[in-house]
């Protein structure tokens, strides 16, 4: 998976570009992932433009629903704007879901690992949501929460 902070993350953690140290990192630095991993600066600042604020509340995932999805004239933009969505979703759902925790597959792929061991691939979810529009993350967080 391409993030393009990783690697400033990484000099910060004494860790080599392209190392594959991110599942590591992880255990030994929960919040420090969780904090990464919430900063999804392209789609704040979309969000921001249209005038929705994204406090990392299950109604903000309501409000990236409601948006007009004009990232989709642009096909380069649709994939990192979907990173940062499922990113963000995510980030809503490590912050008000008990015991959900970010977890970094062997790949560096980082996935939302639930209390009871179920892992969401939300980054796919994220490009999904930003190509198509489903699913939408708010359902896609309410299905998480129920469980």
Known sequence: ???PFLDSWRKRHGQAPGAAALPEAAERDPEGLAE???EC???RAHAQSAGVALDDSPSSLEALD?????????PE????LGNDAGLYLGTVIVRTVAGAGWWIWPDGQPVVRLVNG?????VEAGREWAADGAPELSQLYGEIAEN
């Open 118 to 122: 179920r892992e969401i691939d939300v």
């Open 66 to 74: 409601q948006l007009q999805p004009r990232w989709r004239e642009d």
């Open 36 to 38: 990464l991993l919430a």
């Open 41 to 43: 600066e392209l789609l």
């Open 1 to 3: 998976m391409n993030i």
């Open 77 to 80: 933009l649709v994939p990192w």
